[in-house]
């Protein structure tokens, strides 16, 4: 449920960086206007936790899924060739 939070705070803050790349437009700004400063570094913190989050899901699950994975690929090959005899 975690990753799927992060995830879409990170979509969220992909959005951000799209308008800004081409409207040159910073909607977290726009939401907390210039004096709440303090709330804009909150949602940027926030967002910032969630990619760093996504990004360790990423390289947990990639790394972890070679090491599962692949005993049970040479189990099924040695089960595949041993019905064969």
């Not at 437009?25 to 709330?39: A, D, K, L, P, Q």
């Not at 699950?61 to 599962?68: D, P, W």
């Amino acid at each position: 449920m975690i990753t799927v939070i992060a995830l879409i705070l990170v979509i969220i803050g992909s959005i951000n960086w799209l308008s800004v790349g081409i409207f040159d437009f910073n909607i977290v700004n726009w939401m907390f206007s210039s004096t709440s400063y303090v709330g804009a570094r909150v949602i940027y913190g926030i967002v910032g936790v969630a990619g760093l989050w996504a990004l360790f899901y990423l390289i947990y699950n990639r790394f972890s899924a070679k090491r599962i994975n692949a005993p049970e690929t040479a189990m099924s090959e040695k089960r595949k060739t041993a019905g064969n005899r």
